[in-house]
């Protein structure tokens, strides 16, 4: 290939303000994974529990299949994954409705202390640094990881749905 096609369309992203946020990500990730290494919880457990706190948050019934689909697992993997957090004391099952069919799953008083011993350092490390913002910055960057998180779950879409992954060759 040659060097045009690996060059930047005209409105992508300062690449060094790209990079940051890779970095971000990467070492966001190694957090997670040491924080939950030490406590014996994956990664995945990890994010379960903060999609089913984002959902309790908001007063949704949190259902195993919106596990399954915030989570991107087969039926069986959510299985597995409920039935670790299960017996690590992290979340319920509970029964609802009229015939008891649909399982509601909640957290439990220890997923949030154990919770947050694994992430106190990182709430605090995050918050020192903040404090050296005004709060007039942290607005801006706020909107700024708001457009982020908003570009990168649209590319995720678009890579769903089978869109271009990268731009296409020059003719």
Same mark, same amino acid.
């Given at each position: ?16 303000? #790209?990079? &940051?946020?890779? %970095? ?7 957090? @997670? %994974? ?10 995945? %457990?990890?994010?379960?529990?903060? #999609? ?8 949704? @019934? @949190? ?6 689909? +915030? &989570? ?6 959510? /299985?597995?994954?409920?039935?670790? &957090? ?5 979340? #319920?099952? +509970?029964? &609802? ?39 007039? +910055?942290?607005?801006?960057? /706020?909107?700024?990881? /708001?457009?982020? @998180? ?22």
């Amino acid at each position: 290939m040659t060097e045009e096609a690996f060059q930047r369309p005209a409105n992508s992203a300062p690449q060094s303000l #790209v990079r &940051l946020l890779q %970095d971000f990500t990467l070492e966001a990730n190694r957090y @997670v %994974d040491t924080a939950g290494g030490r406590n014996e919880m994956h990664r995945t %457990d990890l994010n379960a529990l903060a #999609v089913i706190m984002r959902h309790t948050a908001k007063g949704n @019934v @949190v259902t195993p299949g919106i596990l399954r689909k +915030e &989570l991107n697992l087969s039926s069986p993997a959510t /299985t597995a994954l409920i039935d670790r &957090l299960d017996q690590s004391g992290h979340v #319920v099952r +509970e029964r &609802l409705g009229p015939d008891r069919r649909q399982v509601q799953l909640r957290m439990t008083p220890k997923a949030f202390q154990d919770g947050g011993a694994m992430f106190m350092p990182l709430s605090r490390h995050m918050g020192t640094a903040m404090a050296e913002f005004s709060a007039e +910055e942290l607005e801006l960057v /706020t909107r700024f990881m /708001t457009a982020m @998180v908003e570009a990168t779950i649209a590319a995720r879409q678009e890579a769903s749905d089978g869109g271009p992954a990268s731009p296409a060759p020059p003719n």
